[in-house]
């Protein structure tokens, strides 16, 4: 079965990076995007990029670019989101999710499989 | 700002029909997929593409679509459909990047 599992929680200063990783099984890791969404607690999903496994193309949200950098590694079936310069407001839980873009000019798009969430907690 | 807009809030009474709208540009061009997330998990497909389900996702839960609105039906809304929903979509710059909705929080009386 398909599963996406995160690393665990983090706990950085103001100023700091971090990284968390999406480990893809039941799959063939090249064969999708992993899209990268966060949620600040009590607030919606906010789409951060995504990036694909095979190429390693990445394309970002224009509020993320210049902070975020998205890669993998094949031989791992694993995927990484780094965050760089971080503030109190990248307090959030951090998901990754597999992609479905299909159709003639790609007009289904969809998150068929999610990470269970990784909670990124920046404080002093 | 979303370039995707939901209401931000929507109740239901039991066993009734609820639906659930999403407004953006890019929606006459892409398809909406609808997410439902419940407090402290992960969000969970419901409809993706014209109007297609997960295994798994009740028949009670359909999606349309007309112009720049897409929307999510529930018809005989039950107490366990009680949750945030999320539509998500490309946006409408052309660079195949994603959005979401601002989220419903729906309630089931």
């Known amino acids: 079965q398909v599963q996406l599992v995160q690393s665990g929680a983090e706990v950085k200063k103001p100023g700091a990076s971090v990284k968390v990783s999406c480990k893809a099984s039941g799959y063939t890791f090249t064969s999708y995007d992993i899209n990268w969404v966060r949620q600040a607690t009590g607030q919606g999903l906010e789409w951060m990029g995504w990036?694909?496994?095979?190429?390693?193309?990445?394309g970002y949200a224009q509020k993320f670019q210049g902070r975020v950098t998205m890669t993998r590694n094949t031989s791992i079936s694993t995927a990484y989101m780094e965050l760089s310069s971080l503030r109190s407001e990248d307090t959030a839980v951090y998901y990754c999710a597999r992609v479905v873009s299909s159709g003639y000019y790609y007009e289904n798009y969809y998150f068929d499989y999610w990470g269970q969430g990784t909670l990124v907690t920046v404080s002093s | 700002s979303s370039e995707l807009t939901q209401d931000p809030a929507v109740s239901v009474a039991l066993g009734q029909t609820v639906r659930i709208t999403c407004q953006g540009d890019?929606?006459?061009?892409?398809?909406a997929s609808w997410y439902q997330q419940k407090p402290g998990q992960a969000p969970v497909l419901v409809i993706y593409g014209k109007n297609n389900r997960p295994s798994g996702i009740p028949d009670r839960f359909s999606g349309s679509s007309s112009g720049n609105t897409a929307s999510l039906t529930i018809t005989g809304a039950q107490a366990e459909d009680e949750a945030d929903y999320y539509c998500n979509s490309r946006d409408s710059s052309g660079n195949h990047l994603g959005v979401f909705g601002g989220g419903t929080k729906l309630t089931v009386l």
């Open positions: 890019s929606l006459r061009s892409y398809y």
């Open positions: 990036m694909n496994p095979n190429s390693g193309n990445t």
